[in-house]
Structure formats: C-alpha cells, structure tokens
C-alpha cells in the first residue's frame, strides 16, 4: 500500500476498493459492465474525527491499513495519484474485517 497524498477532514475515512471480482464461483469469466462494484476496501488514510460541541475531536474507530465493509453506493469516487479512491464518512462503513 503507497503513501498517498491526501488528508480527509473530520470524521471521512479515504478506501482503496478491493478489486471486482472477475470470475464467479462456477468459473464464469465477466465481462467489465457484469462485475458488481466492491464494497470493500483498504484504509489508506483517515481525518482526525468529528469536531464535537465540547470542542475536541471524537475519535475513529477505524485505522490505516484495516479492511472495511462499507455500502455499495456510499461514499465519492475520486483518482488520487492515478488510483481509484472512495472517500466516506465513518458512518458509511458498515463493518471491519478483523
């Protein structure tokens, strides 16, 4: 996993999706418009947490390099560095790999 170039704000956490499945359990190669998009992923990247009324931060439960479950639309698809990125907000993830 690179170091990327890119800070999220508050309580997003940026994931670098899993790549699609390209063959189903019976063998069947799929074409690129067939594959269903990830809903998992790497984190490479996390905010500092949501700004609270107290004035601190809330901490993340979620930490670079765990592998998240999140929604399958959730989230903005951005390149970053040539490479596919989905940046969420902690809420968006569903669950984490352990």
């Given at each position: 996993?690179?170091?990327?170039?890119?800070?999220?704000?508050?309580?997003?956490?940026?994931?670098?999706?899993?790549?699609?499945?390209?063959?189903?359990?019976?063998?069947?190669?799929?074409?690129?418009?067939?594959?269903?998009?990830?809903?998992?992923?790497?984190?490479v990247a996390v905010g500092p947490g949501r700004l609270l009324d107290s004035g601190s931060r809330g901490e993340l439960d979620i930490a670079v390099g765990d592998t998240v479950i999140y929604g399958?639309?959730?989230?903005?698809?951005?390149?970053?560095?040539?490479?596919?990125?989905?940046?969420?907000?902690?809420?968006?993830?569903?669950?984490?790999?352990?």
């Amino acid at each position: 996993m690179a170091k990327i170039n890119l800070r999220p704000l508050d309580d997003r956490v940026v994931v670098q999706p899993s790549e699609a499945e390209e063959t189903t359990a019976g063998g069947i190669v799929l074409p690129d418009a067939a594959r269903e998009k990830p809903q998992r992923g790497t984190v490479v990247a996390v905010g500092p947490g949501r700004l609270l009324d107290s004035g601190s931060r809330g901490e993340l439960d979620i930490a670079v390099g765990d592998t998240v479950i999140y929604g399958k639309y959730g989230g903005s698809e951005v390149e970053v560095d040539g490479q596919e990125m989905k940046i969420l907000r902690e809420s968006d993830i569903l669950a984490k790999l352990l």
